[in-house]
């Protein structure tokens, strides 16, 4: 059974910087497209960086040059590292599996990334 766990979230202040985890249980990488969405209070998810099977990566203009997504193969987990951070960036954020050719999707139970003074 495949399972997103997200992890890493919290309150920071603008400028500064958070992890975040993602443990993937049931995935094989190689057969997903990996990726991370917000969603802020009254708007729609969006998707702010993915990660190809084989390693390309995609981000949304607003977080190019602060975000990376990255994994860890043998941990199973993908990350997402956010730099300079602001108070635009306060969503919950969503881990989001996509298994290539069926394109069945799978989500994280979500995690909450607050960036306030």
């Known amino acids: 059974q495949v399972q997103l766990v997200e992890s890493g979230g919290g309150l920071v202040q603008p400028g500064g910087s958070l992890r975040l985890s993602c443990a993937a249980s049931?995935?094989?990488?190689?057969?997903?497209?990996m990726g991370w969405y917000r969603q802020a209070p009254g708007k729609e998810r969006e998707l702010v960086a993915s990660?190809?099977?084989?390693?390309?990566?995609n981000y949304v203009d607003s977080v190019k040059g602060r975000f990376t997504i990255s994994r860890d193969i043998a941990k199973n987990t993908v990350y997402l590292q956010m730099n300079s951070l602001k108070p635009e960036d306060t969503a919950v954020y969503y881990c989001?599996?996509?298994?290539?050719?069926?394109?069945?999707?799978?989500w994280g139970q979500g995690t909450q990334v607050t960036v306030s003074s």
């Open positions: 990660l190809g099977s084989f390693g390309s990566t």
């Open positions: 989001n599996g996509r298994r290539k050719i069926s394109g069945s999707q799978t």
């Open positions: 049931g995935i094989i990488f190689s057969l997903y497209t």
